[in-house]
């Protein structure tokens, strides 16, 4: 298994292998998977477990564990009965850009599903954030992220009914919230604070998503001001972690 002594750049020095050089069975299938996964291509079927345990002389337990590990890191995904090679990750960018506008520039077809659009009194530990009074109204507006029509994620904005009143009526919610601010009510985003964790989803969020619960998703939270330093928005927004990194650039 000469392939599991290479070292791609950003991959895991020699491949994840210990230093005493003994390897678990899953993971040597792991690596003759993923050189047959880049022989295949996107969209390429893989054979069946029992014909990888075959072609590998071991069990399908084993091979299974190989393609689950595969299947989390978003190398495959299944396609009816089948697993096929997955696409490229979406990048989205640590930035003041939309989603909407970050999947467009991927050639991808960004869309967002509603989920609901609540209407309450703001609580004490939201209202120092989107910049109200205890009590005063707040929209809550959920949607499930789309790209080419695949479920990809979970959004959840809080913003205060002063800044947007219309939002039920005005705003069409499978649209970039961001360009209806910016291009409808003349508000301009300034700044921001972003905090991206890993979590799991709830089983109410996997449903949304269509995701098994323990698919490790990527939460990113984000308070938002406007170009006068006002509080804007809270956005909590669960990504799929087999389907998206996140980029920037740095600077000096």
Known sequence: MDH???????APIRSGIPEHGRIPKYY??????SVLVDELGEGGLLPTERDLALRYEVSRET???ALRELLLEGRLRRQGRGTVVAGPKLEQPLSLASYTEGVRRQGRRPGRSLVGLDRF???ESLAPEIGVGLGEPVWHLERVLLADDERVGLESTYVAVDRVPELDTGFEPDSSFYAYLRDRLGI??????????????TPREALLIGTPPALPMLLMHRLSRDTDGRPLERVRTLFRGDRFSFTTHLGT
């Not at 040597?28 to 998977?33: E, I, P, R």
């Not at 301009?188 to 989803?201: C, K, N, P, Q, Y």
């Open 4 to 10: 599991l002594n290479a070292h791609a750049p950003g």
């Open 28 to 33: 040597a299938v792991k690596a003759h998977l």
């Open 63 to 65: 091979v299974r564990q």
């Open 121 to 123: 009194p703001c609580p």
């Open 188 to 201: 301009s985003f300034g700044d921001a604070d972003e905090r991206i964790e890993t979590v799991l989803a």
